[in-house]
């Protein structure tokens, strides 16, 4: 797995503050100030990265855990195994994203809405690219929560991952 760049850890520690924000303190409750003491930046780089509107940050965050989960853009075709590995290494930084997908995803929101059509979206995706039936896309989407909520490690990954045809 490749490192972080010193530009994308700073994006990704930003969208996490954002993102446990939102959860502890309610939609868009927080400030600039909650999210820049707690990444560890400055609020100019939080303005740099995302702008001032809490709305579009909180929206931006969203669509990167989105991307991280999911692949959502398709740029970063590694297969199961290997995308799930890098999930997990990503997680460690920026832990708080799987906290705002699990409490956000059922709500009757904007951005549960989202989330939904999102898992809907990769579930039709990983049906035609894997040639899967939607039940086994829905336990193999199982499989990669139960992996990020009990924290495995990269190298635990191909031996749980045993059912998924290898990249």
């Not at 579009?56 to 590995?85: A, P, Q, T």
């Not at 899967?132 to 635990?156: I, W, Y």
Request: proline residues 2%; neutral net charge.
């Amino acid at each position: 797995m490749k490192d972080f760049s010193k530009k994308e850890l700073v994006f990704f520690k930003i969208c996490d503050s954002v993102l446990y924000h939102e959860v502890t303190k309610g939609h868009l409750k927080w400030s600039l100030s909650d999210i820049s003491k707690q990444a560890d930046v400055t609020r100019s780089l939080i303005y740099y990265y995302l702008g001032k509107e809490k709305e579009i940050i909180l929206h931006e965050s969203v669509l990167f855990m989105l991307e991280l989960f999911f692949n959502v853009s398709g740029e970063n075709k590694l297969g199961v195994r290997n995308r799930m590995k890098k999930v997990l290494t990503q997680l460690k930084e920026i832990p708080h994203i799987h906290m705002y997908y699990i409490s956000e995803r059922t709500k009757d929101s904007k951005y549960g809405k989202l989330i939904r059509e999102t898992e809907e979206s990769i579930t039709i995706y990983l049906q035609k690219e894997l040639g899967l039936k939607k039940v086994d896309v829905m336990r193999l989407l199982m499989l990669n929560l139960g992996a990020v909520a009990m924290q495995l490690s990269p190298e635990e990954v191909d031996e749980i991952y045993a059912i998924v045809p290898a990249d």
